[in-house]
C-alpha cells in the first residue's frame, strides 16, 4: 500500500504548562497563548491536503484539532475523530503537582520517573512501555485506511515523544534530545512495515506570526 503522511502537532500551550505542572488524565484547557498557537498553526496548515483529523479526547488537544479541521481548505468534512489513544500518558499520583513538588513529596519515585524506568508507573498512572504500547497501537489504526493520504494526529508531549521514539528506533529509556513544542509541526510517514521521520520541530509559523505582530 502507499505510505501514509502524518503531521502529528502538540496541543496548543495551558497555564499547567507554564507552571511545569503534569496535567496527564486531568482535562486542562488551552490559556490564551495555547489559543493562539492553535489558530496559527491551522493557518500554516490550512493548503495541506488533509484527508482526516484525528485527535486526543482532552480539550487542550481536541480544540486545538478543530482550529485546524476549521481553517483547512480539502478536508472533506471539518469534523474531529476522538481517539484515546492518542490521551496524554496517565501520570496517576503525580497530576496536578509541579516537577519541584513531585521530587519534594515523592523523591525515589520522582528519580525513577526522570531516570526513564521502562516499567515504572506512578500509583495509578503508566509506564513508558505500557503509553509506547498504547501509542503505536493507535497509530497502526488510524494511518491504516490512509494509505496515499495525508493525516493529522493533534495529541501530547509524551504522545509526541513515543512517536519520536518509534521513528528513530530508540527506547523509551533513551535520553530525549529533541524538542516537543505546543504546536510543532512533526511529519511522519508510516507503512505497515515501517515508521519514519521526514520533519520534527518546525515552529516557522509561531515566529513569522510573532515577528508580524511585533511590527504592527
Not at 49 to 78: C, E, F, G, K, W
Not at 184 to 210: C, K, M, Y
Request: glycine share 8%; aromatic share 6%; with cysteine.
Amino acid at each position: 500500500m502507499s505510505p501514509t503522511r502524518i503531521i502529528a502537532v502538540r496541543h496548543g500551550e495551558t497555564d499547567w504548562n507554564v507552571a511545569t505542572r503534569l496535567q496527564g488524565h486531568k482535562d486542562i484547557g488551552l490559556n490564551a497563548r495555547g489559543r493562539w498557537q492553535a489558530e496559527q498553526v491551522a493557518q500554516a496548515l490550512r493548503d495541506e491536503p488533509i484527508a482526516a483529523v484525528y485527535s486526543s479526547d482532552l480539550s487542550r488537544a481536541h480544540d486545538t484539532a478543530q482550529a485546524i479541521a476549521a481553517h483547512n481548505r480539502h478536508l472533506p468534512h471539518p469534523t474531529v475523530a476522538l481517539h484515546t489513544g492518542l490521551r496524554e500518558r496517565g501520570f496517576g499520583m503525580f497530576e496536578g503537582y509541579t516537577y519541584a513538588e513531585i521530587e519534594a513529596n515523592w523523591p525515589e519515585a520522582s528519580l525513577r520517573w526522570r531516570h526513564r524506568e521502562p516499567h515504572f508507573a506512578p500509583p495509578g498512572g503508566e509506564s513508558p512501555t505500557a503509553l509506547c504500547t498504547r501509542v503505536r497501537t493507535a497509530l497502526d489504526a488510524l494511518a491504516m485506511p490512509h494509505g496515499g493520504e495525508l493525516i493529522v494526529l493533534v495529541a501530547h508531549g509524551g504522545v509526541l515523544d513515543m512517536l519520536y521514539r518509534l521513528a528513530t528506533q530508540q527506547s523509551v529509556s533513551a535520553p530525549r534530545a529533541w524538542e516537543l513544542g505546543n504546536t510543532a509541526i512533526n511529519r511522519l510517514l508510516w507503512t505497515p512495515e515501517s515508521f519514519t521521520l521526514v520533519g520534527w520541530g518546525d515552529v516557522q509559523h509561531l515566529e513569522q506570526a510573532a515577528l508580524d505582530e511585533s511590527s504592527v
